[in-house]
């Protein structure tokens, strides 16, 4: 089936010579629903926008439909995460790059350098780079870039945009920096299904510990399980985490860990790690679902 896309994409690619819309808008296709909610805020009326990863949907395990298919030969841009956050989708990605079909791995434009390690991702690097908002303003900023590049028409109401939606997550920043400090340093201990949360860890001073590791396609064996129970004994910690995408069955084994062994620990709620929550809800905007997963967060470990 992968070979068949790839081939499709290839074929059809090749014959479609203009691919914006009778209406005159530029056609984008976006990965994750972070990239989606970003850059209809910035393209606003002025693009065609389609997300190919709804609400709650696992980017590492996903795989590219027919349907998606169509989608992508008719995009005019197609921006992505990358550093191997949508493994399966990168093959086809790396065979669509002319001047009409721009794909763009957003992670990609980031300093390397200041990028958490990984040996479970082949770009060597954590993925999970939008919880950190300042990684996502220059995601922000290159959409601006590359909207502009295309639509030229259209480059002043994309960076009018750009600055209202960089003035929105500054204003997140102020707002969770002032909820996070509510939550005594000694409490800071995140652990949740799986580690999505080190950048989040790293620019808010918390301790972070995933039960499956940085990738969602390696399961927790019953050794992680009792080693982290353990953990979780020691230092006292009083709630743990599900994930949205991630099913809730390992975190409920970590529970039953725990109580097995004499002790309490609650299940804190769910936070939105990989996708943001459904279409119209707060927990739908990427500000929306940072706010609310930080307050989720304190809320429960205070």
Known sequence: MKKIIIILV???????????????????????????????????????VQGLMGSGVDPHLYKASEG?????????????????????LVEVFEKMGSATKT???LGE????????????FASNYDPHVWFNIEYFKQFAQKVTQVLSEKSPE???????????????????????????????????????????????????????VGLQGLSTATEAGVQDVQKLSAFIIENKIK????????????????????????????????LYSDALGTTGTIEGTYIGMFEYNVNTIVGALK
Not at 21 to 45: A, E, H, P, W, Y
Not at 167 to 186: N, S
């Open 109 to 120: 434009e980031l300093d390397k350098n200041t990028l958490i390690g990984s040996d479970y």
């Open 239 to 270: 709630a743990i985490f599900v994930e949205s995408s991630v099913p809730k069955r390992t975190i409920e084994a970590l529970q039953a860990a725990v109580k097995s062994k004499g002790h309490d620990v609650e299940i804190g709620g769910t």
């Open 103 to 105: 794909p763009i791995a």
């Open 10 to 48: 290839i074929t059809a690619f090749f014959g479609c010579k203009d691919n914006t819309q009778s209406n005159g808008k530029l056609n984008v296709v976006t990965t994750t629903s972070m990239i989606t909610d970003m850059v209809k805020n910035i393209g606003g009326d002025y693009i065609n």
């Open 68 to 88: 998606d298919v169509t989608k992508l030969v008719e995009a005019n841009v197609i921006f992505y995460n990358g550093l191997h956050l949508e493994g399966k």
């Open 154 to 208: 259209n480059a002043d109401a994309f960076k009018a945009n750009e600055s209202q939606y960089l003035a929105q997550l500054d204003a997140l920043q102020t707002k969770i920096k002032a909820t996070i400090r509510t939550l005594p340093k000694e409490k800071r201990i995140l652990v949740t299904a799986h580690d999505a949360f080190n950048y989040f860890g790293k620019a808010y001073d918390f301790e972070v």
